[in-house]
């Protein structure tokens, strides 16, 4: 009995390609591993991402960039939705941590991928009473901003120190926060900038 394949599309490449740096990282994705993926040839590829390997892989970014903008439901009211589009980030860039360095590096996909999100947030802001050139710096800022808290912890290698193998009480204070985990960390940060902005409007 025949099975039929489902045919390559520019999406299930991209979506391969995902899979591939999910599981082996940016090093392991190759045409030739997402074609494997698809069990398919490699060079069948590139009748859907003629550009190749670059081209497949701004397909990555933007396919992570619309997982988050998609989820988001956006209130009108600055402070709330610029902590809804961080927290959202944060959330779709740590079930891909693979994925975080390459939007890092590709800052134009990563814009154009969320325009629409990235404009919402502007006229919120102006809305408020920011000026234009505000608004756009305090999403540039919170957005680059969680992408680097991100980064970080994607990058974070666990070295088995714990604060009982210190005696200054510095580290140990440092290692206990540390073994409480990054969100309060993560949350500490983001309302210390919403603060910040929200004192521009005074």
């Known amino acids: 009995m025949s099975t039929t ?24 994705c190759s045409m030739r591993a997402v074609a494997g993926e698809l069990g398919v040839e490699a060079m069948s590829l590139y009748h859907h991402v003629p550009g190749g390997k670059d081209e497949m892989l701004d397909g990555v970014v933007a396919m992570v960039q619309a997982e ?21 980030y944060r959330d779709a860039l740590s079930r891909h941590p693979n994925v975080v360095a390459m939007i890092a590096a590709r800052p134009s996909v990563a ?12 006229t919120s802001m102006e809305d408020a009473g920011f000026a234009r050139e505000d608004a756009l710096r305090a999403v540039r800022v919170v957005s680059r901003w969680t992408i680097g808290f991100t980064l970080g912890e994607a990058s974070a290698v666990e070295d088995g120190e714990s604060a009982g193998q210190f005696d200054e009480p510095l580290l140990v204070e440092v290692f206990t926060d540390i073994a409480r985990g990054e969100a309060d960390v993560f949350e500490f940060g983001l309302e210390a900038l919403l603060d910040g902005l929200e004192a521009r409007l005074g």
């Open 111 to 122: 814009y154009r991928s969320s325009t629409v999100l990235v404009g919402s947030l502007f």
């Open 68 to 88: 988050f903008v998609e989820s988001l439901d956006l209130s009108d009211e600055w402070r709330q939705d610029m902590g809804a589009f961080a927290r959202a």
């Open 5 to 28: 394949r489902e045919p390559l599309s520019r999406e299930r490449v991209v979506e391969a390609a995902l899979a591939v740096i999910d599981r082996a990282g940016i090093q392991g």
